[in-house]
């Protein structure tokens, strides 16, 4: 879809967008207390020191959250409605913002898969039920 919205890639991001192409999600961790966390920061979020380092995940998370949207509020997802949008946890920790593919029912704590997939140019993180597929 040529008008659907596309990041703004910055130095700072960067390998996060790059990580996707590639077929890995990656977020950053700090060298110092730990903690990892997503969308991309100058310094840690915990510690707020510049001490970090990119990270692949595993792929596993689990749902934290999610709502249907029924109206489309960007030209570019009015042929979607329905669709979700989740917030999901990484095994790792960080969570993000994303999309449930494949169909299932959500659940609170429901234990979710990468699924990479083409928006346009852009590869975008979204989540299907691990038990729908290979985890």
Known sequence: MSDFPVPEITPLNEPYWQGLARGELRFQRCHH?????????????????ADWAWQAASGRAKLVSWVKFHIAYHPAFKDRVP??????????????????????????ERA??????????????????AEMGQN
Do not use: D, M, T
Request: charged letters at 25%; proline letters at 7%; a negative charge.
């Open 33 to 49: 207390c730990g903690h990892a966390w997503l969308p991309a920061r100058e310094e840690c979020p915990q510690c707020l020191r």
């Open 83 to 108: 669709y979700n949008v989740a917030v999901v946890e990484l095994e790792e920790g960080p969570r993000l913002v994303s999309n449930l593919v494949g169909g299932g029912e959500p659940a609170i």
């Open 112 to 129: 979710l898969r990468l699924v990479i997939e083409k928006e346009g140019e852009v590869s975008v993180a979204r989540f299907a039920f």
